[in-house]
């Protein structure tokens, strides 16, 4: 069996181990009178109200599917669905003061549930479990997160990269001017010469990167950031090995990107991947290495 295959197994066994253990083939969830599909969207409009738009991209449901749950959810006088008076085209989605009491229900059986799972362990393995399954999660969602080619100046990129501008302007020595910068990747990041990708999670960017064209067949990779809270899961690394993707779809042979050496983390990143230290090719005032890759 490949080491591929071997992955594959254990990723299998503990799907079917852990939906058993914490009661997700029950048809009455924590003994709730509901399946899990209902229990979940009465805990994330519990957690913040919110509408039926941001439930259906947080959670990756078909909109019929979460139609159907909605209704028997309101038919059953947990929730209630009205226009937005902001934009009437969206439907806020409420608990009543039944779905309330459910929830609290909900989070007190969802606790009583963990609880037993850890009780049988010491602290020390309670500890490792802890940690084991905080990494599974974070792996899990860098695997699943969306990646997707967006215009450059559409809310989700203007949200990654302003929050991509707000680091190097604290982590670079002298700070770090983003004024124009907006404007610059709309011309540079846009096709046919360019293509700017965000990666999301839950409705959320969690990462984005640009590739534009700056010679015959030779792309640059610009605007690569990743959030912290989400560092350490090889996102960085999908994200980058999907830009090259995009460069070789746009006709480029070379790929080459500047960095800062404050960036130690992305420095280590594209030596890994790769790149190659190449002379300066740009006037990019607050970059202090220059990388190149051929495309295969």
């Known amino acids: 069996m490949s080491e591929e295959s071997r992955h594959t197994q254990v990723v299998r066994r503990f799907n079917r181990a852990y939906t058993q253990r914490i009661g997700v083939l029950e048809d009455s ?18 957690s913040a109200p919110t509408t039926v738009q941001e439930l259906r991209v947080r959670l990756a449901l078909d909109s019929g599917y979460l139609s159907r749950l909605l209704r028997r959810l ?11 008076p902001a ?49 599974a999660d974070l792996l899990v969602r860098a695997a699943t997160v969306e990646l ?34 907006s404007t610059k990747d709309a011309e540079l990041l846009s096709p046919p010469d360019g293509a700017f990708v ?10 984005c990167g ?17 959030s912290p809270r989400w560092r350490g899961a090889g996102l960085g690394s999908r994200l980058l090995r999907h830009l090259e993707t995009v460069a070789a779809s746009l006709g480029h042979r070379v790929v080459r990107l500047d960095t800062n050496d404050t960036l130690v983390e992305a420095i280590a990143m594209y030596e890994q991947a790769g790149y190659r230290q190449v002379p300066r090719y740009n006037d990019n005032p607050y970059a202090r290495f220059w990388f190149e890759k051929p495309l295969a």
């Not at 969830?29 to 519990?46: N, Q, W």
């Not at 309101?74 to 937005?84: C, F, I, R, V």
């Not at 989700?156 to 910068?181: I, M, V």
């Open 29 to 46: 969830f924590l003994g709730m009178g509901m399946p899990l599909g209902m229990a979940r969207i009465v805990f994330e409009i519990g």
């Open 210 to 226: 640009g590739v534009q064209t700056i010679g015959d067949g030779i792309g640059e990779v610009k605007r690569m950031w990743v």
């Open 87 to 135: 934009d009437r085209r969206r439907r806020l989605v409420e608990l009543t003061p039944a779905g309330r009491a459910r929830w609290a229900e909900l989070e007190r059986r969802s606790e009583e549930r963990a609880r037993s799972l850890l009780a049988p362990l010491t602290e020390r393995q309670q500890a490792r479990l802890a940690e084991a399954l905080a990494t």
């Open 148 to 181: 997707e080619t967006v215009d450059p100046m559409s809310p989700a990129a203007r949200e990654s990269t302003a929050a991509y501008f707000a680091e190097l302007d604290d982590r670079f020595p002298g700070g770090f001017d983003a004024a124009d910068q």
């Open 74 to 84: 309101e038919h059953g006088g947990l929730l209630t669905l009205a226009p937005d």
């Open 198 to 207: 965000v990666a999301t999670d839950a409705g959320r960017p969690v990462a």
